[in-house]
T-cell receptor, first 111, second 113 residues
Framework: QKEVEQDPGPLSVPEGAIVSLNCTYSNSAFQYFMWYRQYSRKGPELLMYTYSSGNKEDGRFTAQVDKSSKYISLFIRDSQPSDSATYLCAMMTYNNNDMRFGAGTRLTVKP | DAGVIQSPRHEVTEMGQEVTLRCKPISGHDYLFWYRQTMMRGLELLIYFNNNVPIDDSGMPEDRFSAKMPNASFSTLKIQPSEPRDSAVYFC???????????FGQGTRLTVV
């Protein structure tokens, strides 16, 4: 079993839809939970991160962490064609610089 | 700032050849990371440096891989000899303090034939 599991998709939605992206993990020591966006032939860029459990909102993006279920989610409201990218979840323990990434979910938002 | 700069963007080489990938981090950043991305294994940390000193190289797959950071503005990742299974996109990233805020370069797409 991989430490971080993420459905690679692909996921295709119409413009304006709500998108839900998810990851599960097995290491209960993870404390930081990140979401990265990676456009084709580019490096990943940090979207948002959460420390420990709870929700965090940034514009159209909401990140949720449920440590009891070892499950994290990223919601995108009012999705736009410009949101078309691969979304990677990542996690790490406290005081350790080794981030563990999910496989990435490829999202396409159709106009 | 131009961001993290990697060169070359693409590299095609024959099995057995030496390959050197280069990275210029963002000025002022004290952490530098090398990652490898493949379809099979996703994004994996190979090695990282803090203030030019290698801190954790446990992700380096074999002795064929080596990395150096001779100064704060330059790092190399060398593969010698290269093998087809080394084909991947190699990313360099740098940060000031928190690794999760690291900025990634555009990557070097390596193909070993």
């Amino acid at each position: 079993q991989k430490e971080v599991e993420q459905d690679p998709g692909p996921l295709s939605v119409p413009e304006g839809a709500i998108v839900s992206l998810n990851c599960t993990y097995s290491n209960s020591a993870f404390q930081y939970f990140m979401w990265y966006r990676q456009y084709s032939r580019k490096g990943p860029e940090l979207l948002m991160y959460t420390y420990s459990s709870g929700n965090k909102e940034d514009g159209r993006f909401t990140a949720q962490v449920d440590k009891s279920s070892k499950y994290i989610s990223l919601f995108i409201r009012d999705s736009q064609p410009s949101d078309s990218a691969t979304y990677l979840c990542a996690m790490m323990t406290y005081n350790n610089n080794d981030m563990r990434f999910g496989a990435g979910t490829r999202l396409t938002v159709k106009p | 700032d131009a961001g993290v700069i990697q060169s070359p963007r693409h590299e095609v080489t024959e099995m057995g050849q030496e390959v050197t990938l280069r990275c210029k981090p963002i000025s002022g950043h004290d952490y530098l990371f090398w990652y490898r991305q493949t379809m099979m294994r996703g994004l994996e940390l190979l090695i990282y440096f803090n203030n030019n000193v290698p801190i954790d190289d446990s992700g380096m797959p074999e002795d064929r891989f080596s990395a150096k950071m001779p100064n704060a503005s330059f790092s190399t990742l060398k593969i010698q000899p290269s093998e087809p299974r080394d084909s991947a996109v190699y990313f360099c990233a740098s940060s000031s303090g928190e690794v999760l805020r690291a900025f990634f370069g555009q990557g070097t797409r390596l193909t070993v034939v």
